[in-house]
């Protein structure tokens, strides 16, 4: 793994369309759809813990699918 800083900023221009069909896509992925694309169950953590992140800024900005 490269050196990386220990945090960043991402921002990210969506249609309305877009963060729906991405809201509605982290609803519905679980751990095993991580898991099955990543090297060890760390990663598939990660992973889903990132995932968690952008969900939950989704919601902040209107998007939660029910």
Same mark, same amino acid.
């Given at each position: 793994?490269?050196s990386l800083p220990p945090e960043i900023f991402l921002m990210i221009q969506l249609s309305d369309q877009e963060a729906?069909?991405? *809201?509605?896509?982290?609803?519905? !992925? ?5 898991? %099955? ?6 990663? *598939?953590?990660?992973?889903?813990? !990132? ?5 939950? %800024? ?9």
């Amino acid at each position: 793994m490269t050196s990386l800083p220990p945090e960043i900023f991402l921002m990210i221009q969506l249609s309305d369309q877009e963060a729906w069909d991405l *809201a509605q896509f982290l609803k519905r !992925v679980g751990y095993s759809d991580f898991r %099955s694309n990543a090297v060890d169950d760390g990663e *598939a953590h990660r992973m889903l813990n !990132v995932a968690e992140k952008v969900r939950k %800024s989704l919601i902040q900005n209107g998007f939660n699918p029910r």
